[in-house]
T-cell receptor
Framework: EAQVTQNPRYLITVTGKKLTVTCSQN?????MSWYRQDPGLGLRQIYY???????DKGDVPEGYKVSRKEKRNFPLILESPSPNQTSLYFC???????????FGEGSRLTVL | DQQVKQNSPSLSVQEGRISILNCDYT??????FLWYKKYPAEGPTFLIS?????DKNEDGRFTVFLNKSAKHLSLHIVPSQPGDSAVYFC??????????FGQGTRLTINP
């Protein structure tokens, strides 16, 4: 089954404690991206990757890091989480050029 | 600067009637538009798209209309069904890596 898998789905952490949200896709897609969803703001892009070892900032990259060492994995790293990073995070991928993204189920992160 | 706007945070429609969800954009460089549907506790799923060279695209009960001069697109759902209750996001593409989403509209279909 074609899918994008994120882990963890739910996480409560404290300010400053490093965490990683993993994302893996089994569709051999070149393009992967991270979004955060906040009330009234819709989906905002954090980082994206056009291919292995190629990453670039989206609209709200501050406080986040990513890596793309393998085609299937695109982890999102919060080195020192802060309460304003409390949000619902989505990983997505596509093999096409027209934006028809496949999304993971989301990871709800709460930073206390 | 919100380049893609969905000005209605919520919409309530009677089952069997037409649901019309609206989206406005400001960037004339957008050349592809998409609608995504999102159920609670799930990721968004692609619903329907339209290229800027067209003004209408149909897929079953779903039709997307594009008015380039007004920088406006709309999603029509006819007839509306309870299973259509979800949050709908419109999105626009100037190029794939910068897909821009609207804020979302919560559609509720009342039986």
């Amino acid at each position: 089954e074609a899918q994008v898998t994120q882990n963890p789905r739910y996480l409560i952490t404290v300010t400053g404690k490093k965490l990683t949200v993993t994302c893996s896709q089994n569709m051999n897609h070149e393009y992967m991206s991270w979004y955060r969803q906040d009330p009234g703001l819709g989906l905002r892009q954090i980082y994206y990757s056009m291919n292995v070892e190629v990453t670039d900032k989206g609209d709200v990259p501050e406080g986040y890091k990513v890596s793309r060492k393998e085609k299937r994995n695109f982890p999102l790293i919060l080195e020192s989480p802060s309460p304003n990073q409390t949000s619902l995070y989505f990983c997505a991928s596509t093999g096409g050029r027209t934006g028809e993204l496949f999304f993971g189920e989301g990871s709800r992160l709460t930073v206390l | 600067d919100q380049q893609v706007k969905q000005n209605s945070p919520s919409l309530s429609v009677q089952e069997g009637r037409i649901s019309i969800l609206n989206c406005d954009y400001t960037n004339s460089m957008f050349d592809y538009f998409l609608w995504y549907k999102k159920y609670p506790a799930e990721g968004p799923t692609f619903l329907i798209s339209i290229s800027s060279i067209k003004d209408k695209n149909e897929d079953g009960r779903f039709t997307v209309f594009l008015n380039k001069s007004a920088k406006h697109l709309s999603l029509h759902i006819v007839p509306s069904q309870p299973g259509d209750s979800a949050v709908y996001f419109c999105a626009a593409v100037p190029r794939i890596q910068k897909l821009v989403f609207g804020q979302g509209t919560r559609l509720t279909i009342n039986p």
